[in-house]
């Protein structure tokens, strides 16, 4: 769980209701169904406007690595990637053939089968070098499509304001209900810029991260991979292995050691 997201969004919402309700306000004011409806089924279908349904979809599943942080233990990375360069030191390459069905991650997988086919390395890393880019093409339209949802939602939320102030001025010869019902269309603006700023952009931003971090992860086991057909020594393949872990993680490594 990624406490940092979940607090921010808590933390948020906790602030912009308690200063409304100091103002003298009350939830009531700012639920309106009507302007919700306006404002993220006008951004909905813009965005599905803009991006093919698949990613959209993909880029919903996605959502949970905002909140949850995915289970990705790189120091246990580099352990398993050391085991098997003492192995192919020990037993030859060819040995590592039987190990391939246990892999789960499917990058490492690929890599490792291409190394124990023979592949050089200066080719290895070119097919996988490809592999990864591709992905992280594809993968880069994930934090795009929240980003062109913040984009789109506080206009929608204009445009929800409009609407109702058209429907407030039809009604003027009830001049007492003319504040009240100005009041109630504005709540769609509300929606669509905190939407934005509270969720949508910040979600993306956090995915990014995710994102890039699931990258460098792939850049670690390629080059272990690489390490290993060229037969370098274990202990140097931990130390090489060990500078794309960050500051934190490294520290906390070091420590368990």
């Given at each position: 769980m990624d406490k940092a997201s979940i607090g921010g969004v808590l933390l948020a919402v906790v602030g912009i209701?308690?200063?409304l309700l100091l103002e003298g306000g009350n939830l009531g004011q700012i639920i309106q169904p009507t302007a919700a409806m306006i404002v993220f089924g006008g951004t909905l279908g813009a965005v599905l406007l803009q991006f093919p349904?698949?990613?959209?979809?993909e880029a919903t599943q996605r959502l949970a690595h905002v909140f949850f942080t995915p289970r990705q233990e790189s120091a246990k990375l580099i352990q398993t990637l050391v085991a098997y360069a003492n192995k192919a030191r020990r037993s030859g390459?060819?040995?590592?053939?039987?190990?391939?069905?246990?892999?789960?991650?499917?990058?490492?997988?690929?890599?490792?089968?291409?190394?124990v086919d023979g592949s050089e390395p200066a080719e290895l890393r070119k097919i996988m070098s490809l592999s990864m880019d591709a992905r992280a093409e594809g993968e880069e339209r994930l934090p795009a499509v929240f980003e062109s949802a913040g984009g789109f939602s506080p206009t929608i939320g204009i445009l929800g304001a409009v609407l109702g102030l058209i429907q407030v001025m039809q009604h003027l010869d009830r001049i007492e209900e003319v504040g009240k019902g100005i009041a109630v269309?504005?709540?769609a603006t509300?929606?669509?810029?905190g939407a934005a700023n509270l969720f949508f952009l910040p979600a993306a931003g956090k995915l990014r991260i995710r994102i890039q971090e699931e990258h460098r992860r792939r850049e670690m086991m390629l080059e272990g991979v690489i390490s290993i057909l060229e037969g370098i020594n274990p202990r140097m393949l931990e130390v090489k292995l060990g500078g794309f872990l960050d500051e934190v993680k490294a520290a906390a490594r070091k420590k368990a050691a």
């Open positions: 209701v308690a200063g349904l698949t990613t959209v979809i390459l060819v040995s590592l053939d039987g190990d391939l069905k246990t892999i789960e991650e499917p990058f490492l997988r690929q890599a490792l089968t291409l190394a269309a504005f709540v509300i929606y669509g810029v």
